[in-house]
């Protein structure tokens, strides 16, 4: 069975642009969390979509939004770009809500100029 | 007062050393715990879950619970140079909200 997928894998952009990653699940998976990993800060949860909704948002602003397909792949928005926005981002995905086998994808490295 | 604390390293131990891994926490609502292997250009990996206190084991690897103290502990035997990589530990409250909280990892280096 394939992996979590995540496009592109990296990314370079300057300030004051928007970028848009996606993210592929496991088949099957209904259940997708995306994070942001810094050196600073570690891990950190963005939001959580299962069945097209939007279940658990992190403490983030506004200019980081998602979705999620009907077919469970998923995309996460950032606008208006800051330096601090360079990181990884990470998604991750799980059949069911709760299950604590959640399965990451490599990321997706975003580098703001 | 971040709600996990652990020690980002790095930790260099030689191969076939017996590593230790820890994690403090404050929040005493935390009843399921996890460990995960992130390798340089990788996502995190699940290596080991528990809930409440207590041990589990699973071959090299084995994974320590202890509540009453706040802390957690990954131990890992014989270590290999393939286990190099940053070791995350996350956490969470039963019920309530499935998203867990993570430490911010401990690199660990094992060599030759």
């Known amino acids: 069975k394939a992996g979590v997928t995540q496009t592109p894998r990296y990314l370079i952009k300057t300030r004051g642009q928007q970028v848009t990653l996606s993210c592929s699940p496991i088949s099957g998976h209904r259940s997708v969390s995306w994070y942001q990993q810094t050196p600073g800060q570690g891990l950190q949860f963005l939001f959580e979509y299962f069945s097209e909704t939007q279940r658990n948002k992190g403490n983030f602003p506004g200019r980081f939004s998602g979705r999620q397909f009907s077919n469970s792949r998923s995309e996460m928005n950032v606008s208006t770009l800051e330096l601090g926005d360079s990181a990884l981002y990470l998604c991750?995905?799980?059949?069911?809500?709760?299950?604590?086998?959640?399965?990451f994808g490599p990321g997706t490295r975003l580098t703001v100029l | 007062q971040k709600e996990v604390e652990q020690d980002p390293g790095p930790l260099s131990v030689p191969e076939g050393a017996i590593v230790s891994l820890n994690c403090t926490y404050s929040n005493s609502a935390f009843q399921y715990f996890m460990w995960y292997r992130q390798y340089s250009r990788k996502g995190p990996e699940l290596l080991m879950y528990?809930?409440?206190?207590g041990n589990k084991e699973d071959g090299r690897f084995t994974a320590q619970v202890d509540k009453s103290s706040k802390y957690i502990s990954l131990f890992i035997r014989d270590s290999q140079p393939s286990d190099s990589a940053t070791y995350l530990c996350a956490m969470k409250p039963s019920g309530g909200s499935y998203i867990p909280t993570f430490g911010r990892g401990t690199s660990l280096i094992v060599h030759p």
């Open positions: 528990t809930y409440s206190s």
């Open positions: 991750a995905s799980s059949s069911e809500r709760g299950t604590d086998t959640q399965y």
